[in-house]
């Protein structure tokens, strides 16, 4: 499946038919793709065996899509534009998924249409990481010195990267108006996003909670089954099948 934003990149994406009465429609990390080292492959096979039709994608500048720069505001109008194209295939009860930066891309596309969002280790008030130590001297200089910095297939500006610093909370977390659960492993970085994630809590809509998931990583990539019963679980009450 291939859809068209409206800047032009075009998207791939794969959907899963379930029943056909409801989709989630799965949101990937920064600098990832839409299988996720297999690990959205497992959940979406998951979700879809739970009954609901899933969408899996790759944001622009990532996986199978056409070229373009990561940024915050690329993802945003990708979402968008993919939430735009399930409507028009005709379903009405749409559920988010999204991990790590995808789920705070997640949260600043939020218009109305999903009926529940699950956010795993979600970034939810700005962040500052130590890009240095994360991409190394040799490549972060690169980026100093050419404003790009290409890995792979994916292209990052200083935007890119600022773009974590830039986020606020209060904007983020007010505007939605659906339950969301949020879930956090036990990881060092995991706790640093859980803190943050549980000041912002009151902001949430009644009904939305915080899990923990001890001792799994930010990836999640030991603690799938575990992970997939807690969102199937989220889904099957705050988007029931009939």
Known sequence: MWIRTPRGPGLAAELRKARGEAIVVMAHGFCDNRHSFGRFDQLADGFAAAGYDVLTFDFSGCGQSDPDVITVANEVEDLTAILGHVRELGYRRIGLYGHSLGGTISLKAYDGTPETIVLTGTPTDA????????????????????????????????????????????????????????????????????????????????????????????????????????????????????
Request: glycine share 6%; net charge negative; with cysteine.
């Open 127 to 242: 962040i500052n990481y130590d890009w240095r130590a994360y991409y190394g001297e040799r490549r972060y200089q690169r980026l100093q010195d050419e404003g790009v910095l290409r890995i792979g297939p994916w292209t990052l500006t200083h935007q890119s990267l600022r773009d974590f610093e830039e986020f606020d909370q209060h904007a983020l977390l007010s505007q939605v108006k659906c339950p969301v659960l949020l879930v956090h492993g036990g990881d060092w970085e995991e706790r640093s996003l859980a803190r943050i994630s549980q000041k912002g809590m009151p902001l949430l809509p009644a009904g939305s909670r915080m899990e923990i998931l001890e001792d799994a990583a930010h990836s999640f990539k030991d603690d799938i089954p575990r992970l997939l019963a807690t969102a199937v679980n989220w889904y099957a009450e705050h988007m029931p099948l009939p």
